[in-house]
């Protein structure tokens, strides 16, 4: 199948998951990954305040969207202050490069936090083209390439 073959599946693919969502009040359909992507992060912040630039270098991103991602960070990010955060990660072989700011903290044992995407039309459109195609790799149990997912070792560091 050629990419234009498969990326008119992945839409229609999105299409009936859409759908099949819709009690889900997100504009767009979110990916739980099955192993989390590794992402590097960087904050940057909107206004003074001190925080340690080292002790968040790393995180694991769980589930992805064309608006907003959910992850689990080492340690806690810094609260009541305003910050954007930069996300590096790699998609089937594309460098994804995002900023988004935290919209929830979630309860329970792990730093996990929910962030809502700064995005432009183009880089929403190609994240959705690379949100669709590994979607349909994940569902056909195809071997997936090109992908940073987390080491074994990474995830152990986070749970």
Do not use: W
Not at 27 to 39: A, C, E, K, N
Not at 86 to 98: A, N, Q, R, S, T
């Amino acid at each position: 199948m050629n990419y234009a073959a498969l990326t008119n599946y992945s839409n229609f693919i999105l299409q009936v998951l859409t759908l099949t969502t819709n009690n889900n009040k997100r504009s767009f359909f979110r990916l739980d990954l099955p192993r989390p992507l590794s992402s590097t992060v960087k904050i940057i912040p909107m206004e003074d305040f001190e925080y340690d630039s080292e002790a968040i270098r790393r995180i694991a991103i769980t589930n992805l969207s064309a608006s907003g991602l959910r992850f689990i960070a080492p340690a806690e990010l810094p609260k009541n202050v305003q910050y954007l955060l930069e996300f590096k990660f790699l998609i089937l072989g594309k460098d994804v490069k995002l900023l988004g700011q935290i919209v929830r903290k979630h309860e329970g044992n792990r730093h996990e936090y929910s962030v809502n995407l700064t995005i432009d039309d183009n880089e929403q459109s190609t994240l959705i083209q690379l949100i669709n195609v590994l979607t349909v790799s994940i569902r056909r149990n195809k071997p997936i390439a090109n992908c940073s997912f987390c080491t074994d070792e990474e995830i152990a560091q986070l749970s």
